[in-house]
């Protein structure tokens, strides 16, 4: 059997891949902990928003939701800043 797959390594492998997480404490988890409940809320909020926008049509309506749920970040930031269709003549 090859040294890389012994244990000792296995177990320092991960250790050295999840080093990170050792060194968190209290707060930078609760402030991780509350960055990921207001992204998902945002998320949350950005797909009502976009199934529910009368002024898109429905294929952007389908394009906005996958996007917002694919890239969170990023969906969310397109969706609300990009122009929407105005399909309602003032």
């Known amino acids: 059997m090859s040294q890389l797959l ?7 492998r ?5 080093g990170f997480i050792g060194g968190l404490g209290g707060p930078e988890l609760a402030v991780l902990f509350l960055g ?4 998902m809320l945002a998320s ?6 976009c199934a529910r926008n009368r002024r898109l049509s429905d294929a952007n309506r389908i394009i906005g ?4 749920l694919l890239v969170p970040v990023v969906g969310i930031i397109i969706y609300l800043v990009l122009p929407r269709e105005d399909n309602h003549p003032q």
Not at 6 to 12: E, G, N, S, V
Not at 65 to 68: G, K, P, R
């Open 6 to 12: 012994t244990r000792p390594m296995w177990k320092a």
């Open 14 to 18: 991960l250790k050295i891949m999840l």
């Open 36 to 39: 990921f409940v207001l992204l």
């Open 44 to 49: 949350l909020f950005a797909v009502i928003h």
């Open 65 to 68: 939701i996958i996007v917002i």
